[in-house]
């Protein structure tokens, strides 16, 4: 690449080695660490003992680990909001999942404040839609779009409501909450064994669901059955590209590679397509604004919160950057 940094390395589901690049512009000025090694760790606790012990020099935390370390004043800590949504995909192909009541009423059947404060455990914030509130709209404020777009997703925490809904709409499909079979697919590692669960038992205590698994993959092999469509529900997490609403709202286009859920809508479709041809701003921003609306009333997907990241760094290491839109940026950071 022409930028601060080469991949030098790079064993899979190990580490990432960065070299700096001494034919970058500003060399001489800027990223004056040479080596840089992504070590990647799926279990918490493994990556919190490597901090502690001083073989790791920056390490992301989980909500509890935060507020551990916040007790003991035991490392520097940072929080952004890093423009990711977490969110559920459904596969609307499969037997009940096919009806959009249904997809309201699973959406609307957790707990998010519980959630937020029992799992996540950090400043995270419940989704009101899709788009995150990091992200800008047509007039070039952060979180405008977010803020026009308003409340669309149902997160009231109204049970026996989301449970009429539920049955209303399997009825419509000649199905009873019994005949509903769903699984859980997940990422490996601790964080998403404990997502899984409280989504396990928030289904059962409040939709009345008895027929919920938990199906936990490595990475790849998720990714695989996402694109063959075999699973019912994926608890997934998308941060954008760019700075647009429409790196996360051209997601959901027909066909499109990220559209697991076998969705389609012609209408949905035409706003994207439209938006894209669209020079104003701000007939742009209605035009995304009316996809955004759309997709929260079909709900071939079921936003549940707006991630910010909270993580630790030793007292050797200053002046990484982190932000929605770099997540990592080394070009002004030093280490002793």
Not at 291 to 306: D, H, T, V
Request: aromatic share 10%; charged share 25%; proline share 2%.
């Amino acid at each position: 690449t022409n930028g601060a940094y080469n991949i030098t390395e790079w064993q899979h589901q190990d580490h990432i080695t960065l070299t700096k690049n001494d034919n970058y512009w500003n060399a001489a000025e800027e990223a004056s660490i040479k080596t840089i090694k992504f070590v990647m760790i799926d279990d918490t606790n493994t990556a919190l003992n490597g901090f502690m012990t001083g073989e790791y020099d920056m390490i992301g935390l989980s909500g509890q680990q935060k507020k551990d370390l916040e007790a003991e004043g035991a490392a520097k800590l940072g929080q952004y909001a890093d423009g990711g949504v977490w969110y559920f995909e459904y596969n609307v192909t499969q037997p009940g999942l096919s009806n959009a009541k249904v997809r309201q009423a699973l959406t609307m059947g957790i707990d998010i404040p519980s959630f937020m404060e029992n799992i996540v455990m950090n400043d995270s914030k419940a989704a009101n839609c899709f788009t995150p509130d990091a992200v800008k709209g047509a007039d070039g404020v952060t979180g405008s779009f977010n803020a026009a777009a308003g409340d669309l997703i149902d997160h009231s925490s109204d049970f026996e409501a989301a449970k009429a809904l539920l049955e209303e709409g399997l009825a419509e499909e000649g199905m009873t909450v019994d005949d509903l079979e769903i699984s859980i697919l997940a990422d490996t590692g601790d964080t998403a064994a404990k997502n899984c669960a409280f989504f396990q038992e928030q289904w059962k205590t409040n939709l009345g669901l008895t027929n919920v698994t938990v199906d936990q993959q490595e990475f790849q092999s998720r990714l695989d059955k996402m694109s063959n469509r075999d699973f019912s529900v994926v608890f997934a997490g998308w941060s954008c590209d760019y700075n647009d609403p429409n790196s996360y709202l051209d997601l959901w286009i027909t066909g499109g590679g990220n559209n697991h859920t076998g969705w389609s809508n012609a209408e949905y479709d035409q706003y994207i397509a439209d938006a894209a041809q669209e020079a104003d701003p701000e007939a742009r921003e209605e035009l995304l604004l009316a996809a955004e609306k759309l997709l929260c009333e079909e709900q071939p997907i079921g936003p549940i919160y707006y991630r910010y990241r909270d993580y630790a760094t030793s007292d050797k290491l200053d002046g990484v950057v982190r932000s929605a839109f770099q997540d990592m940026n080394f070009l002004f950071a030093t280490i002793v």
